[in-house]
């Protein structure tokens, strides 16, 4: 069962390694009117999220007296899976 667990968990992490390296290539990638606005949108979104969950962290360890105890890769995995999903979304919505 442990075997198991550590499989799936393994997956989860290279699935998250493959989400951070698609993000950063997905605003690279250059397109048209269409898909700059798709990605325009979808930044933004990510940029709101990820703002609002710092200002939470800084107002929970300030309310805790606690210092901040946030892994840069957990930041960044959760980075690339709101921008996915908010791709995703935009991309059904405007339709590329």
Request: cysteine-free; hydrophobic content about 60%.
């Amino acid at each position: 069962m442990v075997n198991i667990m550590l499989a799936v968990f393994g997956i989860f992490l290279l699935v998250l390694i493959v989400l951070d390296v698609l993000m950063i290539y997905s605003l690279f990638r250059t397109g048209d009117e269409r898909r700059q606005l798709i990605v325009w949108k979808a930044s933004a979104f990510t940029l709101l999220v990820v703002s609002l969950t710092l200002v939470f962290d800084v107002i929970q360890s300030l309310v805790e007296s606690e210092a901040m105890l946030v892994s840069p890769f957990t930041k960044l995995s959760v980075t690339a899976m709101v921008y996915f999903l908010s791709l995703l979304y935009y991309r059904k919505r405007y339709g590329d």
